[in-house]
Structure formats: C-alpha cells, structure tokens
C-alpha cells in the first residue's frame, strides 16, 4: 500500500497540470486521505527515484506555498532547506534533492489532508443547514 500511494501522491503536480481537478481532488482519488499514515518518505524518495522529472514539479510547486501554515521548499548554498510557513523554526536542511523533496511531499500533502479533514465536517453540517430550509 504505502510504494502505491507514494507512486500515485508523487504523481499529483503532473496530473494537477493535465487535467482541472484540484490538489484536494488528486490527492482523494489516489487514496491519500483514506490513509495518509501510509505515505512515508522513503516510499515517496523512491518513487520519486524512478520518475526523477517528478521532483521537479513538486520543486516548482513547493516556491508557491507561501500561504499561512503550508511547508516550502528551497535550494540555498548547496543545501535544501523544507520548513514550515507558519513556523520557520519547523525546518529540515538536506544535502539530498530526492530526499528533501520527499519530505516536503510528506509534509505538504500532510498539511493538505489536515485541513481537508477540518473543512469536512463543516460542509457536512452547511449541506443540512441547505437542506432544511
């Protein structure tokens, strides 16, 4: 399960860019948020091993997650620094691109699933809200 889900959440920024379905969307259908305790970081480093372009997008992706409580991910004097948006004490400096890019994926899509998990029983409640008047 977890080589699975690695192959399919590293694959998310591709799909992202060949279809119009959201990061939430990708990352339900390929079963992230029925099990996001399996995705592990050395599953995700190597899948990202066997489809290396793969890094690349999350690396294009990881420059925009500037907003309130998300991971980035960056390249500075020869290191690769993922922190924490919201706290930038929360960080991981590595000398290895696919493994870095591995833990940004994790954390990422981890940040992701919680607050999709926290939108749900939110819109759970405002469809019965709809529904009764």
Request: aromatic share 10%; charged share 30%; hydrophobic share 35%.
């Amino acid at each position: 399960m977890g080589s699975q889900l690695a192959e399919r959440v590293s694959e998310v920024p591709d799909m992202y860019e060949k279809s119009d379905r959201s990061t939430a969307t990708l990352l339900k259908d390929c079963g992230y948020l029925d099990a996001p305790q399996a995705l592990k970081t050395k599953d995700v480093e190597e899948a990202l091993a066997q489809e290396p372009w793969l890094a690349d997008k999350w690396l294009a992706r990881g420059g925009d997650q500037r907003f309130s409580g998300g991971w980035g991910i960056e390249r500075a004097n020869g290191m690769w620094r993922v922190w924490n948006f919201a706290n930038r004490s929360e960080r991981l400096v590595e000398h290895n691109r696919l493994h870095a890019v591995a833990e940004f994926i994790v954390r990422y899509v981890g940040f992701m699933g919680d607050v999709l998990r926290r939108k749900q029983p939110d819109q759970g409640r405002m469809r019965k809200r709809r529904s009764t008047t």
